[in-house]
């Protein structure tokens, strides 16, 4: 198994000034942990080519391995080529190649290459030019004298992300060894924090371990990614199934998807699948769920019509909850929120309901129904479901909805998938 | 003015594992260039003593203002002290005023402290501490012989960031020269991409300029932040004054306040002030309008329902579109938009409602009706308005939704101002 070492630099005044963050980084140092490559340090420079001519002599003399991101456009201020090649000691050439390239990418787009692109064309002598398949500026790989082995890839991140992809990771991972074949599997999980995840996972997750097992959070939602390796594909699967046999019987309860990495991706897949209608009624979060199964392509195959029921009058009126049950139990109630799924339900003719109402915070709480405390209900087919969670009310308004907006949704796959105590409508 | 050099280190193991972007960096690098000051690296390094060393040494050879951050928890991982004690050459000591601090800490939340806790008291020799008004680990500064002063502060953002606001900010502002005061204006607008901002900004952007003009991107909203320097207050606002006519009156059409750096917050706060209530009617946002209106606190007061009708069925049968209308003009059209947004107010009996209907993609676009063209329409107070327009639709279903979310709630700001052509209902 490789130990290679990996260091990465971000070129970009506008890094610097803080206009956005590094997202670059983050995602070459995901994937080379994937590879089993660490990484080891992370420098953000400016558009100065003394700047990334240091950065990089410093960042080869730490790891085998230099990934250099941005400063690649057409611009006078990109001078990411020059600082690389003064790096590396030598001078910068046109390379016929890249200059096909650039031109070529302006022929088939259509347009006419302004003069300041061919500038796109230069590399450091001796190096050899990467693909770019979705932009103008080509990257490309050159060795330094202590045999590190710099690639500099475009700063827009489609275009970084579709350059691994394509070709640059492959030849990472060839480089990392012949033989060394790789599988993954990835999990999608909701319902526990990264630090009751790694508590389950334990040795799982340590850093030498094949299959590596790795996880991302995004909205409270965890990606776990096993990653085995092996001499061969039957040998790497080997490593990886029984892993992921354990994996599948440990975190049962939350895992939602293993192909996708949303539950409304999978809910609305899940929906459309079975060629059924699904709404949602929402209070407290207001339109997040509608919000989320309509980011989906195709969803309009799966809803026609949702509602967002802030006030009582609505719930009552829209709905037809009771206005006996929204005095007696409160509007953030178990049985108003199964109550909201029916009402959803019949006026928008759907199979599947989702009915939220709890307290997004900062105010509104009581010791009874603190902030944090959201009632789901789930009305499926005729059967109805209703629960309740509380969450840390200081994360936050906008925490709280996103969490109860995923779970709303993991709640009707659940009822899909037959793992929800539905009970007969009365 | 100050022509002080920055460099930032971020520390953790996680930053290199690629698990989040680091979002410390980026926040410090705003700031300090607010300040005046020029940050000229970042650099990212692991939980590693001798990493966190040789960083900090180098980092302070090329700034007087070094700050790092991270890594000062309590575990045995955290090792920022020990590393920049390493870099300083001095021991570390149990600091009597930080002891009080942590233990002071735990008392408040009434929680017993764990005997590791007392591990956050250390600094190095000499070193100041820095109170954190929202956690148990201060932070430090501590000056190094060749001159620089590297500040050590708490990895969480909100930590981070309560201790910038209430104590280090000011202290840096205050080291940056006697005398110098800063007054700020900023400037939120919709509708324009950085770069046409750039372009009409022009010589305005300049680094070296007073006032300095900075803007930062979200969700395709601006912040143009405008920050003068001078001797005095009354300077300083003289120099901020007729910059800000000046930007007023040539960005006019995108900005939509000067307070609320959202429009959703805008809209509400308006809202409330004039004792309205708003709906909506959403086709293609599928629920983002009424989502970002009740992310606000408070919305409950301006909001009680609002609509999500995807299907051609839904905008009849809920929003009373005529079938007719939707047949002849289709529903991505302005007045079946208009149409929505009457049905909406009147069914949720607001003053104001806002509709959407386009083709947000990747598929359904055709010559005459592209992805990216959304129509949109306002209904207030029984006057109306329709408009349409027509963004990337390379940029993604993602961004044409959120675009359209925005532009849709900037309309309800114009319409309340009086600065949408509303034409009386027949």
Same mark, same amino acid.
């Given at each position: 198994m490789s130990t290679l070492r990996a260091a990465l630099c971000s070129v970009g005044d506008e890094l610097l000034a803080g206009k956005h963050p590094d997202l670059n980084a983050p995602y070459l140092a995901r994937e080379l942990q994937a590879l089993g490559v660490e990484v080891v340090e992370v420098a953000v420079v400016g558009d100065d080519e003394q700047a990334i001519a240091a950065a990089v002599t410093r960042l080869a003399s730490r790891a085998e391995l230099v990934f250099v991101?941005?400063?690649?456009?057409?611009?006078?201020?990109?001078v990411t080529r020059h600082g690389v090649a003064r790096a590396a000691g030598v001078a910068l050439m046109l390379d016929p190649k890249a200059h096909d390239q650039v031109t070529a990418w302006y022929r088939t787009s259509g347009r006419e290459m302004p003069a300041s692109n061919s500038r796109q064309a230069l590399v450091p002598e001796g190096a050899a030019v990467l693909a770019n398949p979705v932009g103008t500026a080509p990257g490309f790989e050159v060795s330094l004298e202590g045999g590190a082995v710099v690639r500099v890839l475009p700063g827009?991140?489609?275009?970084?992300?579709?350059?691994?992809?394509?070709?640059?990771?492959?030849?990472?991972?060839?480089?990392?060894?012949?033989?060394?074949?790789?599988?993954?599997?990835?999990?999608?999980? @909701?319902?526990?924090?990264?630090?009751?995840?790694?508590?389950?996972?334990?040795?799982?997750?340590?850093?030498?371990?094949?299959?590596?097992?790795?996880?991302?959070?995004?909205?409270?939602?965890?990606?776990?990614?096993?990653?085995?390796?092996?001499?061969?594909?039957?040998?790497?699967?080997?490593?990886?199934?029984?892993?992921?046999? @354990?994996?599948?019987?440990?975190? @049962?309860?939350?895992?939602?998807?293993?192909?996708?990495?949303?539950?409304?991706?999978?809910?609305?897949?899940?929906?459309?699948?079975?060629?059924?209608?699904?709404?949602?009624a929402e209070s407290c979060t207001g339109g997040l769920v509608a919000g989320a199964l309509t980011a989906v392509p195709g969803s309009s195959a799966v809803l026609r019509e949702s509602f967002v029921t802030y006030a009582n009058d609505a719930k009552e009126s829209r709905l037809g909850v009771g206005r006996e049950l929204l005095e007696a139990a409160g509007a953030v109630s178990e049985e108003v929120a199964r109550s909201m799924a029916r009402g959803a339900a019949r006026a928008a003719g759907a199979d599947l309901a989702l009915a939220t109402s709890g307290v997004a915070g900062p105010g509104g709480g009581t010791p009874e129904k603190p902030v944090g405390l959201v009632c789901f209900g789930v009305w499926f087919q005729g059967q109805s479901w209703a629960g309740s969670r509380t969450w840390p009310g200081r994360a936050g308004r906008a925490a709280v909805r996103d969490w109860a907006t995923a779970h709303a949704l993991v709640l009707g796959l659940r009822a899909l998938e037959g793992r929800l105590p539905l009970e007969p409508e009365r």
């Open positions: 991101t941005g400063g690649l456009g057409p611009t006078l201020d990109d827009p991140p489609s275009e970084l992300r579709a350059m691994w992809e394509q070709g640059v990771g492959g030849r990472v991972r060839a480089s990392l060894g012949q033989g060394t074949v790789r599988v993954e599997q990835r999990f999608h999980l @909701q319902g526990l924090s990264e630090s009751q995840f790694s508590d389950d996972a334990g040795a799982w997750l340590e850093r030498a371990a094949n299959p590596l097992v790795g996880v991302t959070v995004a909205r409270g939602l965890l990606t776990a990614r096993l990653v085995a390796r092996g001499a061969t594909e039957a040998e790497a699967r080997g490593v990886l199934e029984p892993l992921a046999t @354990q994996f599948r019987v440990r975190f @049962q309860p939350w895992i939602f998807s293993e192909q996708h990495a949303t539950p409304e991706e999978a809910l609305v897949e899940a929906l459309a699948a079975r060629g059924l209608w699904v709404s949602a």
